[in-house]
Nanobody, 121 residues
Framework: QVQLVESGGGLVQAGGSLRLSCDAS???????MGWFRQAPGKDREYVTS??????YYADSVKGRFTISRDNAKSTVYLQMNRLKLEDTAVYYC?????????????????WGQGTQVTVSS
Protein backbone atom coordinates (compact mmCIF):
# COMPACT_ATOMS: atom_id res chain seq x y z
CA GLN A 1 0.00 0.00 0.00
CA VAL A 2 1.38 3.38 -1.04
CA GLN A 3 0.61 6.39 1.14
CA LEU A 4 1.25 9.88 -0.15
CA VAL A 5 1.76 13.16 1.71
CA GLU A 6 1.96 16.49 -0.11
CA SER A 7 3.64 19.63 1.16
CA GLY A 8 4.82 22.98 -0.10
CA GLY A 9 1.55 24.69 -0.93
CA GLY A 10 0.86 28.27 0.03
CA LEU A 11 0.03 31.75 -1.11
CA VAL A 12 2.06 33.27 -3.93
CA GLN A 13 1.67 36.26 -6.22
CA ALA A 14 0.99 35.83 -9.88
CA GLY A 15 4.24 35.29 -11.73
CA GLY A 16 5.86 33.68 -8.73
CA SER A 17 7.01 30.14 -8.07
CA LEU A 18 6.30 27.28 -5.69
CA ARG A 19 7.66 23.78 -5.34
CA LEU A 20 5.40 21.02 -4.13
CA SER A 21 6.69 17.77 -2.70
CA CYS A 22 5.01 14.40 -2.41
CA ASP A 23 6.53 11.94 0.04
CA ALA A 24 5.55 8.33 -0.45
CA SER A 25 5.68 5.61 2.15
CA UNK A 26 7.39 2.62 0.67
CA UNK A 27 9.20 2.47 -2.60
CA UNK A 28 7.45 3.86 -5.64
CA UNK A 29 9.84 2.49 -8.22
CA UNK A 30 7.74 1.11 -11.02
CA UNK A 31 4.83 3.41 -10.23
CA UNK A 32 3.72 6.24 -12.42
CA MET A 33 3.49 9.35 -10.23
CA GLY A 34 1.26 12.27 -11.02
CA TRP A 35 -0.23 15.56 -9.91
CA PHE A 36 -3.84 16.60 -10.24
CA ARG A 37 -5.58 19.74 -9.07
CA GLN A 38 -9.09 20.72 -8.15
CA ALA A 39 -10.43 24.25 -8.00
CA PRO A 40 -13.65 25.09 -6.13
CA GLY A 41 -16.70 23.95 -8.06
CA LYS A 42 -14.63 22.17 -10.70
CA ASP A 43 -13.68 18.60 -11.42
CA ARG A 44 -10.30 17.24 -10.50
CA GLU A 45 -8.01 17.75 -13.48
CA TYR A 46 -4.79 16.19 -14.62
CA VAL A 47 -1.67 18.35 -14.38
CA THR A 48 1.35 16.17 -15.01
CA SER A 49 2.80 12.71 -14.53
CA UNK A 50 6.11 10.89 -14.69
CA UNK A 51 7.05 7.30 -15.39
CA UNK A 52 10.57 5.94 -14.97
CA UNK A 53 11.87 8.14 -17.76
CA UNK A 54 9.05 10.07 -19.40
CA UNK A 55 7.12 13.15 -18.37
CA TYR A 56 3.72 14.32 -19.54
CA TYR A 57 2.01 17.66 -19.04
CA ALA A 58 -1.39 19.20 -19.51
CA ASP A 59 -1.30 21.94 -22.12
CA SER A 60 -2.28 24.51 -19.50
CA VAL A 61 0.98 24.03 -17.56
CA LYS A 62 3.42 22.99 -20.28
CA GLY A 63 6.52 25.15 -20.19
CA ARG A 64 5.74 26.46 -16.70
CA PHE A 65 5.60 23.35 -14.50
CA THR A 66 8.20 20.62 -14.13
CA ILE A 67 7.70 17.23 -12.52
CA SER A 68 10.61 15.21 -11.21
CA ARG A 69 11.15 12.25 -8.94
CA ASP A 70 13.80 10.96 -6.58
CA ASN A 71 13.23 7.23 -6.24
CA ALA A 72 15.83 6.88 -3.51
CA LYS A 73 13.80 9.28 -1.37
CA SER A 74 10.41 8.09 -2.68
CA THR A 75 9.61 11.72 -3.38
CA VAL A 76 8.03 13.47 -6.34
CA TYR A 77 8.35 17.18 -6.92
CA LEU A 78 6.30 19.72 -8.83
CA GLN A 79 8.14 22.92 -9.64
CA MET A 80 5.63 25.59 -10.61
CA ASN A 81 6.89 28.76 -12.25
CA ARG A 82 5.14 31.78 -13.73
CA LEU A 83 2.05 30.98 -11.71
CA LYS A 84 -1.28 32.35 -12.86
CA LEU A 85 -4.50 33.10 -11.01
CA GLU A 86 -6.10 30.10 -12.68
CA ASP A 87 -3.53 27.79 -11.10
CA THR A 88 -5.27 28.29 -7.76
CA ALA A 89 -6.48 24.89 -6.57
CA VAL A 90 -5.88 22.04 -4.20
CA TYR A 91 -3.05 19.98 -5.64
CA TYR A 92 -3.10 16.22 -5.19
CA CYS A 93 -0.31 13.73 -5.62
CA UNK A 94 -1.28 10.38 -7.12
CA UNK A 95 0.37 7.04 -7.80
CA UNK A 96 -0.51 4.07 -9.93
CA UNK A 97 1.40 1.20 -11.44
CA UNK A 98 -0.23 1.78 -14.80
CA UNK A 99 -2.64 4.67 -15.29
CA UNK A 100 -4.35 4.46 -18.65
CA UNK A 101 -5.47 6.93 -19.69
CA UNK A 102 -3.31 8.93 -17.33
CA UNK A 103 -5.52 12.01 -17.51
CA UNK A 104 -8.50 10.38 -15.81
CA UNK A 105 -8.50 10.50 -12.00
CA UNK A 106 -10.46 7.24 -11.86
CA UNK A 107 -7.42 5.37 -13.19
CA UNK A 108 -5.24 6.32 -10.23
CA UNK A 109 -5.48 4.21 -7.10
CA UNK A 110 -3.41 6.10 -4.53
CA TRP A 111 -3.94 9.72 -3.47
CA GLY A 112 -2.57 12.18 -1.01
CA GLN A 113 -4.70 14.52 1.08
CA GLY A 114 -3.91 17.56 -1.06
CA THR A 115 -2.17 20.87 -0.53
CA GLN A 116 -3.65 24.28 -1.23
CA VAL A 117 -2.03 26.59 -3.76
CA THR A 118 -3.42 30.10 -3.95
CA VAL A 119 -2.19 32.58 -6.54
CA SER A 120 -3.04 36.21 -5.86
CA SER A 121 -2.97 39.24 -8.14
Amino acid sequence: QVQLVESGGGLVQAGGSLRLSCDASGRTTGYTMGWFRQAPGKDREYVTSITSNTTYYADSVKGRFTISRDNAKSTVYLQMNRLKLEDTAVYYCAAQVLATPRTSPTNWGHWGQGTQVTVSS
